[in-house]
C-alpha cells in the first residue's frame, strides 16, 4: 500500500467522487433555496404591494362615492378575502369603522395609509398614484339622466364624423357621467378634430354650469386676497376632449388680470375651493392598517411555475452529474476486475496475464494475479519434472534388481554373495530416495516431527565429523571442523545431523581429491551460524539458484556416477526451515562452494 500515490488509491478516489457529487449537491441546492426564495420573496412583495394598492384604491373609491363608512364593512370583508390579509379602517383617533379579523384584535403599531380622497396621492386609473383629487369624486358634477342623453348623443355624432376620416375612437363615461372620445394608447386631443369639432360636446352641462359658478364664488374671496382677480368668463367653458377632468382643465386656462402674477397661487386657490365644495360628499378622512394583529393573516407563499420549472430543471442536472461521475467512476473501477475475473475463468493450461493499466490496489491485485499465475505455472511445472524424476530415480535401481532376479531364475548366474550385495546396495538406494521422498511430504504437510533440546554446535559438528570422516579418507579429501566459542542451538540433533550429513557428503562428492572440506560454527546475536565450505569445483552462476530444487543436478546428463539422487539440498533447505531458520548457498566456480545454514540460538545450560 505504501508504494501507492496518495492521489491513486482507490479509497481516495472514490472520497474524491463522493466529496465532488456532494459539493455540486450542496451547491446546486443551495443556489436553488436562494434563487427560488428570492424570486419567491420578490413574488410575494410584489403582490402584497399591489394588494395594498388594491385595497387602497378600492376604499378610496368608496369614500368618493358615499358621504359616510356606514356600508363599508361589506368591502372590507371581500377584500379581505381576496388578498388574504387583514384589513381595518378607523378614525383619526382610532374609533373602529370597520375591520376584518375578529372583535377585539390588536391593531397595528401604524396606520398603513390615510384614506382621504380630497387629498390623495395613490390613486391611478390602476391603483398607482396622481396627487391632488380622487377623480372618482364627483359631487355637484354629476350629470342628470337627461345632460348624459344629450351629451353621449354628441359623442356619437363626433364618433361618426371622425371615423369618416380614419379615426376609430371608443367612448368612455367618466365618473361624472360625461363622455370622453379615445383612442386605444389614450385620449383624443383637440388637434384631430378638425370639421368634427362643433363646440358642443366640450360645453358644460347646466348642473356643471351650477357647480362651475359655485366653485367661482368659492375661489373669488381667496384670489382677492392673494391680490388676484379671475376673469369673469373664468369657468364658462371646459375642454373635455382630454382626460375629462373638468376643473384641472379649467385652472391651467386661469386668465389673471395682473400680467406676470404667478400661476401657482391662483391653482392653490382654485383647488382649495374644489375640496371645500366636494368635502360634504365624500366619507371622512380614515385610517388603513394592513395586517398584524390576533388574526392577520398569513402571506400567501406558492411556488411559481418558472420556480417549479427550475427545481426540476436544477434536480435534473444534478442527479445526471451524479450519475455521469458515477459512471465514470464505477467503468474505471470495474473494468480490469472483469479482466481479473475473466482470466481467472480461464482453463489452468492458458497461463492468461492481465495487463496491468493503474497504480492503485486494482493494479496491484493484478500484479499479484500475475505473480500467482506465475507461481502456478512453475509449480504446475515442478510438478510434472517431479513426477518425471521420481520415475527417473526410481527405474535405475529396480530396473537393476528386476533383471539380476531375472537372470538368476533362469540359472544364468548363481546367487553368490557378491550378487546379492549388489541387489542389498540397489534396495538401499530405493530405500534412501522413498525415505527422503517421506521427510519432504512431510516438511511440506507441516507434519515434520522435531525434537527440540539445547545442543552445543562444537559437539555437532564433531559427531557430523565421524560419521563421514571414512568416505573423505576414501576420497582424498581432508575433513575439518573449526567453532568460535561455544554456541549452543535449539534444535532436533537427528535432523540437524542429518541435514549436515547431506552437506558434508555434497561436499566431499565434488571435492578432488587433496582438496579439504570444512564444519564451522559461530554466534550471530540469537542466531548460530553453521557453514560447510569446500575446495571443490564450485558451482556456476546461473545454476546457483536452483541448488535447492529438487531433483536438480549440474550434470545435464543426469547420471548417478557422482551419487546423489537431487534430494539433498532440498531436505536440507526444509530441515532448516522447520527449525525457523534459512539456507543459503555461494560458490565461485573453480575455488569451492560455502552453505550456510542460520538457526535459532539457545541459552547455554548452567553449570552444576
Known sequence: MNRIPLRKRLLVRLLFASVLIAVCSVAATAWLAVATTTRALREEQGQALADDMDILAELSGYAAGHRD??????????????????????????????????????????????????????????????????????GPYRLTEAERTELDSLARARQKCLARDGYELTVVRTPSGRPVLTEDDGTLGSEYLGDCADGRLGTPAPSEEKALAELQERARGCLVRAGLEAHPRLFSTVDVTGSGKLVPQIASKLTLAAAGTPQRAAVACIEDARRAQLDPYVAPVAELFLGGGDSGAA?????????????AGTAGVVLALTVAVSAVVATRLVRPLRALTEAAQQPPDRHVRVPVTTRDETGILAEAFNDLAERRERLETQRKALVSDVAHELRSPLTNIRGWLEVTRDGLVEPDPALLGALHEEALVLQR????????????????????????????????AAAHRV???????????????????DADPLRLRQALGNLVTNAVRHTPPGGTVTLGARSDGAEVVLTVADTGTGIAAEDLPHVFDRFWRAEKSRSRRTGGSGLGLPIVRQLTAAHGGTAEAASTPGTGSVFTLRLPAAAAPAED
Open 471 to 489: 568416505a573423505a579418507d576414501t576420497a582424498g579429501v581432508a575433513l575439518r571442523t573449526r567453532t568460535d566459542g561455544t554456541p549452543w542451538l
Open 299 to 311: 402571506p400567501r407563499w406558492n411556488m411559481s411555475p418558472a420556480n417549479k420549472a427550475k427545481v
Open 69 to 138: 363608512w356606514t356600508g363599508v364593512r361589506a368591502t372590507v370583508r371581500a377584500l379581505s378575502a381576496k388578498t388574504g390579509r387583514r384589513i381595518a379602517l378607523t378614525t383619526a383617533d382610532r374609533t373602529p369603522l370597520a375591520d376584518s379579523a375578529a372583535e377585539g384584535a390588536s391593531l397595528p403599531p401604524r396606520a398603513a395609509a390615510t384614506i382621504d380622497p380630497l387629498r390623495t396621492d395613490t390613486y391611478t386609473e390602476r391603483g398607482a398614484q396622481l396627487s391632488g383629487l380622487d377623480p372618482r369624486v364627483v
Open 433 to 464: 530416495v522413498i525415505d527422503d521422498l517421506r521427510d519432504l511430504a512431510a516438511a511440506d504437510a507441516g507434519t515434520l516431527r522435531l525434537h527440540r533440546e539445547p545442543v552445543p554446535a562444537d559437539d555437532l559438528l564433531a559427531q557430523v
